[in-house]
């Protein structure tokens, strides 16, 4: 396991810059955050122009874990932003690409059915495609998330621990999911939903059991500090964002 940073905590940066500071910082790889309403790649810049994202990414000099896809679109669109985002990580050795599940509520065949189409694609790129767990989405419960991974040979978890700890009527069990983990994202988080993000040593999260968890399931990849640089956050992020790597780092 090593310690990765998302480019969440910087998003008020730009690409170049936000990748910098995480190699001025002393991370192993960065988790890129590709978003229709991010500042540093967008789903339909890498479609428009996959070369250039290549070489603006092969040019910022920092190794990358993982990409993490969001986009809202037709699904034809979404198909082939898709495809793009997957050759862009072959292209330039990203072993992972993260997507959200449906809304919360949606129909849980109709999703396994649009996994698979997803995981085809990926599969003919050669990355890896994980769901994160949410309270927004069908994997809200760590059950229906195990089942996605059942009905869907080749999906893979990227768990996001903080939305089980501050689930609206407490902590949720998730041991059932590590074995199908295959990217991390974490801060610390308390266990009520208004707690979702607090200072690092205030949460409830057990950074060394969830290691050791994923320890027993040979889990090699990445631990992704994700801070998130929000415009209300009542502190300053970048100390937390070295708090919680000095933490992990510790622990691996």
Avoid at 48 to 67: G, I, S, V
Avoid at 206 to 215: A, C, K, N, T
């Amino acid at each position: 396991m090593y310690v990765a940073c998302s480019t969440l905590s910087f998003s008020k940066l730009t690409l170049e810059d936000a990748l910098r500071t995480a190699r001025e910082m002393r991370f192993t790889k960065a988790d890129l955050a590709v978003h229709d309403d991010g500042k540093h790649l967008t789903p339909a810049e890498v479609l428009a122009d996959p070369a250039k994202c290549a070489q603006r990414l092969k040019a910022a000099n920092m190794p990358l874990a993982a990409f993490h896809f969001v986009t809202e679109c037709a699904p034809d669109v979404f198909r082939d932003r898709f495809r793009a985002a997957c050759r862009l990580a072959r292209v330039c050795t990203v072993p992972v690409v993260t997507v959200p599940a449906a809304p919360l509520g949606s129909d849980f065949d109709a999703e396994a059915q649009r996994l698979r189409e997803l995981v085809k694609i990926a599969e003919g790129e050669g990355v890896i495609l994980t769901v994160e767990t949410n309270a927004a989405t069908v994997t809200a419960d760590p059950l229906g998330a195990k089942e996605l991974c059942r009905r869907v040979p080749g999906l893979g978890i990227t768990l996001d621990p903080s939305h089980y700890h501050a689930a609206a009527h407490g902590p949720l069990d998730y041991d059932c999911l590590f074995p199908y983990v295959r990217h991390m994202r974490l801060r610390d988080t308390g266990n009520k939903p208004d707690l979702f993000q607090v200072r690092i040593g205030q949460g409830e999260l057990e950074y060394g059991r969830m290691i050791s968890q994923l320890d027993r399931c040979r889990y090699d990849r990445a631990l992704t500090v994700d801070v998130r640089d929000l415009p209300d956050s009542p502190f300053p992020i970048e100390p937390e964002v070295r708090k919680l790597k000095y933490l992990l780092e510790s622990l691996v």
